[in-house]
C-alpha cells in the first residue's frame, strides 16, 4: 500500500498541503448519531476552525479525519487520494498528517527532544539532519533549550509547546488541532494561538482545528464551519459568520451579549422592527419575516454602548462593571432582559441609569418557536425615538 | 470553501482498490497478531474449559454418562460435604480478600508514599512470596508445627498452635499472605501512576493527611477492586492449601473435595465440573459487584502531565512504627515458613523416628549431585521461560482488550474466559487438558501432544494467563489513549506504536508480571502432576515425591534451592532492566 508523503522532505521546501474533502461522512456511537450526512471542503493550505459545543461531533470529525476513528459510511479524500470511502480506511500513520492533542498527548518516558524527533522517523532523515530539524522545531516554539526535559518537568504551557514542535516538525501536508488551548491560562492561550496561527501559515500546511471557543476560532481561522448535533449548520469567512449567521444556533454560539423576545411591527427588506413590549428596537434578519412573527432578538456585543443616542436606545440600570485595560465592560439590565459586556471607554458606576444604544446592523432577529404576545393596537408603544 | 454539495471526482489509487483473487483471499485471512492471540485463547483456554465445564450438564458428551442434558450433577454440590465444603471455601475466600488487600494497600502507601527505611526490605521480600506456591508455605508452618516437628525437636510444646494451624484459622492465614503479593502488585502499580497533585488538592482546600489518603484510596479504587477479585478467586480456587493443611486438618475446602472426586472410584467428573461451575459463579459475582461499584468512573490518570508524587517524610517514632510494621509482617508471611523449610532442610532424620539428629548441608549436597533430583529444576526452569514469555505476551493484549474504551463484544468475551479460568482450580483446568487432548478427533487431526512438554507449556500458560492479565489491566487502563493515537498520527504502524509508546510505559509491570509468571510456574503443583511428561518431572513433582518417599530433608532442600534460584533469576532480571533499560522507562513507576 502506497503511503502519502513518504518521500524525504526539504527543509524549507513548500509543502504539498492538501485539500480535504469529506462527503456523507456518518458516524454512529450505538444510538447516538456523532456525524450525520457530513459535507465539508477544505482549500490547501487554509486554516479552517470547527466551531460548536460538545456532542457536536467535531473530535470525531477531527479523529476521522486523522484516521483514528472509521467512519460508518461516507468519504474522505486528501486532494485525489481517498483515504476513509465506505469500508476503505487507510491507517493514520499513512495519511502524512500530524495533530495537536487536547491533552497534549506527549509520551511521559521520552524527553521534549526524543518526544519531537519521534514524528521525524516517517522521513526516513539522517541523524545529523534529523537532529538539526528537531532542534531548530524547539528553537521556533520558545524551547531550545529544554530537550533534554521530560515532560513532566515541563508547566503545561511548554508542553503543549512542544505538542506543536512535533507537529510542525516533520512539515507535514495536514495540520489537526483537538482543542489544544483548552487546558491552558488565558494569557498562555493568546501566545500560543499566536504561534500556532503563524507557524501553520508558515508551513503551508492546510490545517484544520476544533474548538467550543468562538473568540479562538474568529481569531484563527480563515473560515470557520460551525457543527451542532453531528451537521454543519454554516461554513464561511468569519466575518461572514458573524454577521449574518445563517441560523439562531449559530448566531447564539459565534457571541451574544443577551436577547430578547418580541414581534415583527415593521418589515423593509433585511431590516425588521420589533416590539418589545410597549417599545420598539429595529434590527436586521436573514429570514423571512412578516409582521406579527414571534421573534428572538440576539445582540451582538460589538452592537452595544452606552450612549446618548436617542435612537434605537433602551433605558437600563448598570449591574456590574469591569475594566478590560482599552476601557470598562458593563452588565446592564433593562425591563427586557439583561444585556452583557456593553463597552465605554469611561466607568459607570454601579446602580447608574443609562441608555443602552443598540446597532441594529449588529442586533439579529429570528423566529422564535416561542409564542410572544404583544398588543400592537396599542397606542401608546413607544416609537423608536 | 464549497457546501455545494457538488459531486466529487474521485480518482480511486491503486492502494485503495478492492484486492481481487488469490491476493484477495490472502489479505482476508491474513495473520495478524489479533487473529494469532484469538486463536491461541480459543485452543488454551476456550476448549478446554468448555469441554470440561459442558460434562456438567451434558455427561453423555464427553461418554461420562448416559443424559445429553441433565442438572442433577448439581444437587450434590449444594448438599452434604459438597456444599459444607463449598461454604467454607466461599467464607476464607471473602476474608482472604479482604485482609490481603487492607495489608496491601497499608503496604503500598508506606513503600511508594513514605521514607520508611524498611521498604527497601519489602520490595525485595515481596517477590519471595510471590516464589512461594501456597503448598510451600503451608509445608514451612507443617515442618515446623507438625508432631515430631522441628519445634518439637527443639524442645518447644506447640500443640495450641498446631490446631489452629491445622484449621480454619491457619488456612485463612495462609491464603491471605498467598494474596498479599497479588493485592499488593496490582494497588502499587496504579499508585505509582498516580501524580500527587490529588492529594495536595484534598490538603489545600483543608482535607487531613487521612483524607488525602482517603481520596487516593477512592482513585485507586479499581485496583483495589482488582486486587480482591484476585485474590478471592486465588483464594477459592487454592489447591496446594487444600492438599496440605485442609487435608490434615479435616477442615474440608471446595478444591479437596473435587480433588477427591476426581480422585474417587469411579470417578465423579459431572460433580467436580458442577462445582468448577458454582465456584465459577461465585468469582463472576465478585466481579459483577466490583463492576456495579465502579460504574461511570473514570480512572485514568497516568500520562504525559502526571507529575510523580514526593514521599512523605515520617518522624522519628514513625519511621520506628512503620518499620515494626513491615518487620512483623515479613516475619508472619515468610520469615517463619522460610525458617521452617531451611531447619527441615538442613535436619538430619526429620520425618524418622529418630532419637538423635544432627543439622548439615548433606540434604542440599544430595540435590546437587544428584541427577534425579537436580534435573527436574533445570527442566522446571527451561518450561517457566517459555511459558512466562508467552503468557506475558497474551496477557498484554488481553488486558489491552480488556482496558478498551468501547465494551466491545471481544472485551467481554475475553473478561469472561479469563475470570472462568482463574476461579477454575489449577488440577480441574489440567483434566480439562487431559480430556481434550485425548479426544479422538484431536487425534485424528494429528494433534498428538498429550504427554509432551508442548502440552504443558500450553497449560501453564494458560493457568498463569488469567492472573498475569488481571496484573497488567490497572496498568494498561492508567494509560491515556491519546498517546498511541499520537503515536499513530505521527507515523508509526499499530505494532510499532505499541512497542515504542504503550510497552515503555508499562515495562516495569510487564518485567514484573514476567517474573511473576517465570516464578508461579517454576513450582507450580497440580498442573505439572497432572501433565508432565513421562520421565521429565517438574520441581513440584519432584518434591512431592520426596515428601511422599519420607525424604523430608531432601524434600525441602530442592524446595529450598528452587525458591533461591527463582530469586536469582529476579534479581538478574532487575540489575539488566535497571542496567541498559533506557532512562524513560526506569522512570516510570519507579522507587525513589
Known amino acids: 500500500m502506497e503511503e502519502i508523503g513518504k518521500s524525504t522532505m526539504s527543509d524549507n521546501a513548500p509543502v504539498n498541503a492538501y485539500r480535504v474533502e469529506i462527503r456523507g461522512a456518518s458516524k454512529h456511537y450505538g444510538a447516538l448519531k456523532a456525524l450525520n450526512q457530513f459535507d465539508l471542503t477544505i482549500e490547501p493550505g487554509t486554516f479552517t476552525v470547527l466551531l460548536g459545543p460538545s456532542g457536536s461531533g467535531k473530535s470525531t470529525l477531527i479523529r476521522s479525519i486523522a484516521g483514528i476513528e472509521r467512519l460508518d459510511s461516507g468519504s474522505i479524500a486528501f486532494g485525489e487520494r481517498v483515504v476513509a470511502d465506505n469500508g476503505f480506511h487507510m491507517a493514520p500513520e499513512k495519511r502524512d498528517l500530524a495533530m495537536v492533542f487536547q491533552d497534549y498527548a506527549l509520551w511521559p518516558h521520552m524527553t521534549a527532544f526524543e518526544n519531537v524527533a519521534y514524528a521525524l522517523k516517517r522521513r526516513s532523515l539522517d541523524a545529523s539532519e534529523s537532529d538539526r530539524r528537531v532542534n531548530e522545531a524547539l528553537e521556533r516554539v520558545g524551547l531550545s533549550s529544554k530537550g533534554p526535559n521530560y515532560p513532566f518537568q515541563l508547566s503545561g504551557g511548554e508542553q503543549q509547546r512542544v505538542a506543536l514542535a512535533r507537529a510542525i516538525v516533520g512539515r507535514p501536508s495536514l495540520l489537526l488541532f483537538d482543542e489544544p488551548l483548552s487546558n491552558l491560562d488565558a494569557d498562555l492561550r493568546e501566545r500560543l494561538r499566536v504561534e500556532i496561527a503563524t507557524l501553520t501559515r508558515e508551513i503551508g500546511a492546510t490545517a484544520c482545528y476544533i474548538t467550543h471557543d468562538q473568540s479562538e476560532a474568529f481569531a484563527l481561522a480563515d473560515q470557520i464551519g460551525v457543527l451542532r448535533a453531528g451537521e454543519l449548520q454554516q461554513i464561511a469567512a468569519p466575518e461572514e459568520i458573524y454577521r449574518s449567521p445563517a441560523n439562531r444556533f449559530v448566531a447564539a454560539f459565534t457571541g451574544t451579549s443577551g436577547s430578547f423576545l418580541g414581534v415583527v411591527t415593521e418589515v423593509h427588506g433585511h431590516h425588521v422592527q420589533v416590539a418589545l413590549g410597549k417599545r420598539r428596537i429595529e434590527c436586521r434578519t436573514s429570514t423571512p419575516l412578516k409582521v406579527g412573527d414571534s421573534v428572538e432578538v440576539l445582540i451582538r456585543p460589538s452592537a452595544t454602548s452606552l450612549s446618548h443616542h436617542h435612537s434605537n436606545s433602551l433605558p437600563a440600570i448598570v449591574l456590574d462593571v469591569a475594566y478590560r485595560g482599552r476601557g470598562y465592560e458593563h452588565v446592564v439590565e433593562c425591563e427586557f432582559g439583561v444585556i452583557s459586556s456593553v463597552f465605554a471607554t469611561e466607568s459607570t458606576a454601579r446602580g447608574s441609569r443609562v441608555e443602552i444604544y443598540i446597532d441594529p446592523h449588529n442586533c439579529l432577529a429570528f423566529p422564535s418557536e416561542k409564542r410572544v404576545e404583544v398588543d400592537l393596537s396599542i397606542s401608546e408603544l413607544t416609537p423608536i425615538k | ?592
Open chain 2, 1 to 592: 470553501m464549497a457546501l455545494d454539495g457538488g459531486l466529487l471526482v474521485r480518482h480511486r489509487v491503486p492502494f485503495s482498490q478492492e484486492p481481487s483473487g488469490l491476493k484477495g483471499v490472502v489479505n482476508r485471512f491474513r495473520i495478524t497478531p489479533m487473529a494469532v492471540f484469538w486463536t491461541l485463547i480459543t485452543f488454551i483456554l476456550v476448549i478446554p474449559i468448555l469441554l470440561f465445564l459442558s460434562v456438567a450438564f451434558s455427561p453423555r458428551l464427553m461418554s461420562q454418562g448416559h443424559q445429553w442434558f441433565t442438572l442433577s450433577s448439581f444437587k450434590p454440590v449444594f448438599s452434604g460435604a459438597y456444599g459444607i465444603a463449598l461454604l467454607h471455601s466461599l467464607i476464607i475466600g471473602v476474608v482472604a480478600a479482604v485482609g490481603a488487600m487492607i495489608i496491601a494497600l497499608s503496604m503500598a502507601w508506606l513503600v511508594i508514599r513514605t521514607n520508611t527505611p524498611a521498604r527497601v526490605l519489602w520490595n525485595t521480600t515481596i517477590f519471595a512470596l510471590f516464589l512461594a506456591p501456597s503448598y510451600l508455605i503451608a509445608l514451612g508452618w507443617q515442618r515446623l508445627f507438625e508432631q515430631r516437628g522441628v519445634l518439637e525437636i527443639m524442645g518447644f510444646s506447640v500443640a495450641p498452635i498446631r490446631n489452629l494451624l491445622y484449621g480454619p484459622v491457619g488456612i485463612c492465614m495462609v491464603l491471605m499472605v498467598k494474596g498479599i503479593p497479588f493485592a499488593y502488585l496490582v494497588i502499587a502499580n496504579a499508585m505509582r501512576g498516580l501524580g500527587e497533585e490529588f492529594e495536595q488538592a484534598v490538603r489545600v482546600h483543608g482535607g487531613s493527611r487521612f483524607e488525602a489518603f482517603k481520596v487516593m484510596a477512592s482513585l485507586l479504587m479499581p485496583s483495589l477492586f482488582s486486587a480482591m477479585a484476585i485474590v478471592f478467586a486465588e483464594a477459592i480456587s487454592d489447591f496446594g492449601v487444600a492438599s496440605t493443611l485442609s487435608s490434615v486438618g479435616h477442615f474440608s475446602v471446595a478444591t479437596y473435595q473435587l480433588y477427591q472426586g476426581i480422585n474417587s472410584i469411579p470417578v465423579n467428573f459431572p460433580v467436580s465440573a458442577a462445582t468448577s461451575i458454582t465456584l465459577l459463579a461465585l468469582v463472576i459475582l465478585a466481579i459483577l459487584a466490583q463492576n456495579k461499584a465502579l460504574r461511570g468512573r473514570s480512572f485514568r490518570t497516568l500520562s504525559g502531565r502526571t507529575r510523580p508524587a514526593t514521599l512523605t517524610k515520617l518522624s522519628l517514632f514513625g519511621k520506628i512504627s512503620t518499620s515494626g510494621y513491615i518487620v512483623v509482617l515479613l516475619i508472619v508471611t515468610l520469615g517463619i515458613p522460610v525458617f521452617g523449610a531451611i531447619s527441615a532442610s538442613m535436619l538430619q532424620g526429620l520425618g524418622s523416628l529418630l532419637s538423635h539428629y544432627s543439622i548439615n548441608f548433606d540434604n542440599y549436597s544430595r540435590v546437587l549431585h544428584s541427577r534425579f533430583l537436580r534435573n527436574p529444576l533445570i527442566y522446571s526452569t527451561e518450561m517457566s521461560l517459555i511459558t512466562a514469555t508467552l503468557a506475558v505476551g497474551l496477557a498484554a493484549i488481553a488486558s489491552k482488550v480488556l482496558t478498551s474504551a468501547r465494551n466491545s463484544r471481544s472485551k467481554r468475551f475475553v473478561d469472561f474466559f479469563l475470570l472462568a479460568a482463574v476461579a477454575l482450580p489449577g488440577i480441574v483446568f489440567a483434566i480439562g487438558y487431559i480430556f481434550t487432548y485425548n479426544l479422538k478427533f484431536i487425534n485424528d487431526l494429528g494433534l498428538h501432544i498429550y504427554g509432551t512438554s508442548f502440552l504443558l507449556a500450553l497449560a501453564y500458560t494458560a493457568n498463569a494467563l488469567p492472573s498475569t492479565s488481571r496484573s497488567l489491566v490497572g496498568n494498561m487502563g492508567q494509560i491515556q489513549e491519546s498517546m498511541m493515537d499520537a503515536a499513530r498520527v505521527h507515523g508509526s504502524g499499530a505494532a510499532k506504536a505499541w512497542v515504542d509508546v504503550t510497552m515503555p510505559l508499562i515495562a516495569r509491570p510487564l518485567l514484573i508480571a514476567w517474573l511473576l509468571t517465570f516464578s508461579g510456574t517454576l513450582l507450580e503443583l497440580p498442573v505439572s502432576e497432572l501433565l508432565y511428561p513421562p520421565g521429565s518431572p517438574p520441581v513440584a513433582v519432584g518434591i512431592e515425591l520426596s515428601l511422599a518417599g519420607f525424604d523430608y530433608g531432601g524434600g525441602t532442600a530442592i524446595e529450598v534451592l528452587s525458591i533461591l534460584w527463582a530469586l536469582v533469576v529476579v534479581g538478574i532480571a532487575f540489575f539488566l532492566f535497571n542496567r541498559f533499560a533506557p532512562p524513560g522507562w526506569k522512570r516510570l513507576g519507579n522507587l525513589r
